[in-house]
């Protein structure tokens, strides 16, 4: 099982990213897929999630508005555009996928069953 996360980088507050993650190794589109990230010295923070064959999809109230999830199960593949970044964005993002959960309740879960390797991501003011 595999799950990589890329598309980091540095970027001026108020400009864009596009993150993607990569899967193999599971039923991709039996699974919804969140974005996580963490920054220095802060716990863990839900980013957003949809669940499996582009259904429904969440959102932290940090990134509403700002940020837009989606998937390609054709290709395995889930992206993250962010918009308008801040640099309160600036974290670690990682994503993750767990078996038949609503993308709100994966937003409230700590342990998930697979987990991929970071991206970092640097906003600068």
């Known amino acids: 099982v595999q799950l990589q996360a890329s598309g980091g980088g540095l970027v001026q507050a108020g400009g864009s990213l596009l993150l993607s993650c990569a899967a193999s190794?599971?039923?991709?589109?039996?699974?919804?897929i969140g974005w996580f990230r963490q920054a220095p010295e802060k716990e863990r923070e839900f980013v957003a999630a949809i669940m499996w064959r582009g259904g429904d999809t969440y959102y932290g109230d940090s990134v509403k508005g700002r940020f837009t999830i989606s998937r390609d199960d054709a290709k395995n593949m889930v992206f993250l555009q962010m918009n308008n970044l801040k640099p309160d964005d600036t974290a670690v993002y990682y994503c993750?996928?767990?078996?038949?959960?609503?993308?709100?309740?994966?937003?409230?879960?700590?342990?998930?069953?697979?987990w991929g390797k970071g991206t970092q991501v640097t906003v600068s003011s």
């Open positions: 190794g599971f039923t991709f589109d039996d699974y919804t």
């Open positions: 993750a996928a767990e078996n038949w959960v609503t993308a709100q309740a994966m937003g409230a879960l700590k342990d998930m069953d697979y």
